[in-house]
């Protein structure tokens, strides 16, 4: 259950002076340090709290790192593969766990205390299982999950529980087709991409009292992936044009689009910039591939000012270096990078 699209921790490198900001580089206690493993930072509440999971033995373990630096590292049940992908503001965490005997993901939320509830999506069965990746201060959660053709459908799952499944405007039902949920903000606004019956794939957004609209950034034959929305209905994400180049957009609650590039992305198939995570501020985060495919993240000000986010020891070689995956209105951010191990390691970092 590996997914790229975590007591007391060790911190490797702790107050790099970066442009504007202090960068400290940790790791998972336990976390296995050998090619392609070690520590998946994925998301962080308002109060800084981060979230993710690290390999261990060949399995996968949920944590949550305080602003603090200590960690609570848990598994959603016993023998299961967890990932914590989502935390609110009470530390209720979400995400999806696998049976080590069984290889299909199902959902879970567990609340600050370490309980733990388990769930799947209406008519699940199978290919992908249940994925959730996203929960809000009241508790809702959203996510995608495949039925019996393999297809995908979204949904939006209450804190009694209660389950509403829906399918996003152009996507297919067929094999590997369908709805596939990226964020959600407070209000519970939903979005993500679809994918049709040819496999383009289509950008959409749910509104809270379940009406949907879907559009694409760049015109209807080139991919959109939107990637987060906040609480003021802008969605960022990116793009890919006839080149296979990828490029940053914003898509403002009125549908206007703004389009960005970072500076020194490159050019080339597979290249580009990949707006990933905004605040309520329109400050834009993400992350873009050079020239020689390294990776190297950044921070866009609502402005358009590009500031260049790379941890110190991360690696500068094809497919290595540094993601930013969120930004807090205080102009916190987190993410990982892939050192010149090819490890995986966590990094916060304070404007």
Same mark, same amino acid.
């Given at each position: ?144 999950? $495949? ?6 459908? *979204? !949904?939006? @799952? &209450? =804190?009694? %529980?209660?389950? +509403?499944? /829906? #399918? ?24 993500g991409y679809a994918i049709d019956e040819d496999f383009a794939q289509h950008g959409y957004v749910r509104h809270p009292d379940g009406n949907a609209e879907g559009f694409d950034a760049a015109g209807a034959n080139q991919d959109t992936t939107p990637s987060a929305i906040n ?8 793009? $890919? ?6 490029? *940053? !957009?914003? @898509? &403002? =609650?009125? %549908?206007?689009? +703004?389009? /960005? #590039? ?90």
């Amino acid at each position: 259950m590996r997914r790229f699209v975590i007591s007391l921790g060790l911190c490797l490198f702790a107050g790099a002076a970066g442009a504007r900001g202090v960068l400290t580089e940790f790791d998972a206690p336990g976390a296995t340090d050998g090619h392609f493993g070690g520590t998946f930072a994925i998301s962080m509440n308002a109060q800084g709290d981060v979230v993710g999971y690290f390999a261990q033995r060949r399995r996968d373990i949920a944590f949550i790192r305080a602003p603090d630096g200590s960690f609570t590292t848990y598994k959603a049940a016993h023998r299961a593969q967890s990932t914590a992908f989502a935390i609110n503001g009470a530390g209720t965490t979400t995400g999806p766990f696998a049976y080590d005997t069984e290889g299909i993901d199902h959902g879970f939320v567990r609340t600050a205390d370490g309980t733990v509830v388990t769930f799947d999506g209406p008519n699940e069965a199978g290919g992908y299982g249940t994925i959730p990746v996203q929960i809000n201060d009241s508790g809702t959660i959203a996510g995608y999950y $495949s039925d019996q053709q393999d297809a995908l459908h *979204g !949904f939006v @799952r &209450a =804190a009694d %529980g209660a389950m +509403t499944a /829906f #399918d996003a405007p152009g996507s297919s039902l067929s094999n590997n087709t369908g709805t596939f949920v990226t964020n959600m903000n407070a209000r519970g606004a939903v979005t993500g991409y679809a994918i049709d019956e040819d496999f383009a794939q289509h950008g959409y957004v749910r509104h809270p009292d379940g009406n949907a609209e879907g559009f694409d950034a760049a015109g209807a034959n080139q991919d959109t992936t939107p990637s987060a929305i906040n609480d003021k209905g802008v969605i960022c994400g990116w793009y $890919s044009d006839g080149n296979m180049v990828s490029h *940053g !957009f914003l @898509r &403002a =609650a009125d %549908g206007a689009l +703004t389009f /960005f #590039d970072a500076p020194r992305a490159g050019t080339l198939p597979d290249q580009g910039t990949f707006g990933y995570a905004l605040n309520d501020k329109g400050v834009v985060v993400g992350y873009y591939v050079d020239a020689n495919y390294a990776y190297h993240g950044f921070l866009r000000s609502r402005e358009g000012r590009f500031t260049t986010i790379d941890a110190p020891d991360g690696g500068t070689a094809q497919t290595q270096g540094t993601f930013v995956e969120a930004v807090n209105d205080d102009g916190s951010t987190m993410g990982f990078y892939i050192d010149a191990r090819n490890v995986f390691h966590g990094f916060v970092r304070t404007p």
